[in-house]
């Protein structure tokens, strides 16, 4: 499938074709993407139909919630796994939320994803098409409002990304150098894989590094976050810094907030405290419910009293919307239903 094969290897799947057919059907992958290959008007019906499928997956289910501005999409491989991907519309800004797994082996106790275990990692083909099938429906399908294409990309949705780093890289290269979508753009969202966020630094994209935190002492973080057992706190406040010193680039600090679990005022100046210290700033959003969990979101002022206790501290702090919650799309609610 086209997809699975690297932008500058396209025209090995076109023998016997001159050399601009490829350069052809890049432009129809990357650049303008269509969801048919009939739509690939300068190609030979020939070479179309040579193409077979165009997706390394099939479109399960399409479901849509707040009014249409967001839509969450259920991908299904060759082998089975499930793959979910979220398209949400904004005035400025659509942002899609991808997936760089099937499941996840992080283990956090709040994170659908997480409770339902991990199948196996994506490759880069099937990180890029998320962006590239919601770019071909935006074309067909535009957001009333909002723009008529892809503005921003989260690694946000199934995954720990930094533990497939070789096709997280490679999926990143590929939106950056072939799609044209800013690198500034494009957010890399961890629960704290050190060697990932290390090697991220190095990179020559600008992308914004995003730390999932949820607790600002190691007691707590590791039974939230097991993987904080190996990688505690301040290593991956050293990783940060390293990180937004060597790109120019504020890194950004999430924080899912739960009732008498990490919303106390100690939890609060101990996040300010991190905030400062890395110049950051914290999303913090409340717990959105899964199957397996029996934690509870705050009430919506204690969530606000929260987050004016971390501002109070001296931190860039901001109390982020909850979108798709209804279709099971929002943030830590992924693979909570299918797959």
């Known amino acids: 499938m086209p997809y699975l094969t690297a932008p500058e290897a396209l025209g090995e799947l076109l023998p016997g074709e001159p050399s601009y057919r490829a350069d052809q059907l890049r432009r129809w992958l990357y650049e ?20 077979g499928g165009l997706w390394p997956f099939t479109v399960e289910e399409q479901q849509s919630a707040d009014g249409g501005r967001t839509i969450k999409w259920l991908f299904r491989a060759p082998d089975g796994v499930a793959i979910e991907a979220v398209l ?41 098409a998320q962006v590239a099938y919601a770019g071909a429906h935006l074309r067909e399908h535009p957001i009333e409002g909002s723009p008529d294409r892809v503005t921003n990309v989260v690694f946000m949705g199934m995954g720990e990304p930094l533990a497939n780093y070789t096709h997280t890289r490679e999926a990143i290269r590929r939106m950056v150098e072939v799609m044209g979508i800013s690198g500034r753009s494009v957010t890399v969202s961890t629960v704290g894989f050190l060697p990932g966020m290390e090697r991220l630094a190095t990179e020559p994209w600008p992308v914004t590094l995003a730390l999932s935190l ?57 996040l300010a405290a991190i ?65």
């Open 214 to 270: 949820h607790a600002a002492d190691d007691d707590l973080r590791q039974r939230l976050v097991p993987i904080n057992r190996r990688y505690p706190i301040d290593d991956l406040i050293t990783a940060a810094a390293t990180y937004a010193e060597t790109k120019g680039r504020r890194v950004t600090l999430e924080w899912t907030l739960m009732d008498g679990v990490n919303d106390t005022p100690e939890q609060a100046r101990g």
């Open 88 to 128: 949400m519309g904004y005035r400025s800004r659509v942002t899609l939320c991808i997936s760089s797994q099937a499941g996840c082996a992080m283990g956090c106790t709040f994170c659908a994803t997480g409770q339902f275990g991990f199948d196996r990692h994506l490759d880069a083909g099937e990180i890029t």
């Open 275 to 339: 905030a400062r210290e890395l110049r950051a700033h914290v999303n913090v959003i409340a717990l959105n419910p899964t199957p397996l969990s029996d934690l509870q979101r705050p009430s919506a002022r204690a969530a606000e009293a929260f987050v004016e206790r971390v501002a109070a501290a001296g931190a860039n702090v901001t109390l982020r919307d909850t979108r798709g919650r209804d279709i099971d799309a929002a943030c830590g609610q992924l693979r909570a239903r299918k797959g």
């Open 32 to 51: 303008a993407p269509v969801l048919d290959p009939a739509d690939m008007t300068n190609l030979p019906a020939a070479v179309r139909e040579r193409l």
